[in-house]
């Protein structure tokens, strides 16, 4: 549980900050996706309320690296969280370096919304059954938030995602700056990304799909290994 309260508060204040970013201020980015590249040049300077944003996520999936290989419970997509936690944190860099940050803000508000619902319902499984008593408000909250959680998934990663963010990368990038470096390593992580983000979906549609037919009544992380089932090694520090 201590593990899904601060990265429910984390996902939170993150998504919170890049919504400010795009609702708040005057950043056009959401409401008109190709203007990430409007008087783009190399080395221009970044502002500093996104660089901050950087900075934050930047830290937080360098720190996610080192959780998934020695801290967290392996499972059955731990590989595959492995691998979006680099690519994250290679796309947050290069990204910056490149100054491709007007794109970042976009990704990063797309993206932490699934997180913050995620935690949220797992750290309301937790307390439904809190003190061995079953606890109806924390049970509904769970079950809303599942509800929530598939719904911003779909809708934010799969629909709104490649609708602004490929659109602007792979299409308005090349209008507005016909030799834009990097290109296609650049979108070809963001590419990567959207693939991760279908492999993801295929469990939250498996889990419905369970729901749905009575197979599965409490909810429960199918990620998990089943007791009859060996998984690979995790790695250690020594190794």
Request: with cysteine.
């Amino acid at each position: 549980m201590p593990e899904s309260a601060w990265k429910f508060l984390f996902y939170l204040g993150a998504w919170s900050y890049s919504a400010y970013l795009l609702f708040g201020t005057d950043y056009p980015f959401f409401h008109d996706p190709p203007s990430v590249f409007y008087g783009w040049t190399s080395g221009m300077a970044v502002p500093r309320d996104i660089a901050a944003a950087y900075l934050l996520q930047g830290s937080f999936y360098g720190h996610s690296i080192y959780a998934t290989l020695y801290m967290d419970a392996w499972r059955k997509d731990s590989v595959v969280m492995l691998v979006h936690h680099v690519v994250t944190l290679v796309l947050i860099v290069s990204s910056y370096a490149f100054r491709y940050h007007n794109v970042g803000v976009l990704v990063l508000f797309l993206h932490d919304i699934s997180d913050v619902q995620l935690e949220f319902t797992k750290l309301n499984v937790y307390f439904k059954s809190r003190g061995g008593s079953h606890h109806r408000l924390h049970a509904l909250a769970s079950d809303l938030g599942c509800l929530s959680f598939c719904l911003s998934w779909f809708w934010f990663r799969l629909y709104w995602f490649p609708l602004k963010v490929l659109y602007a990368t792979c299409h308005c990038s090349l209008r507005s700056v016909p030799d834009i470096p990097f290109y296609f390593f650049f979108n070809a992580l963001l590419l990567l990304l959207t693939l991760m983000n279908l492999y993801w979906f295929l469990y939250i549609v498996a889990f419905a799909a369970k729901v749905l037919t009575g197979q599965v009544r409490e909810l429960k992380d199918v990620r998990e290994y089943d007791a009859a089932e060996i998984p690979s090694p995790k790695p250690s520090k020594a190794e």
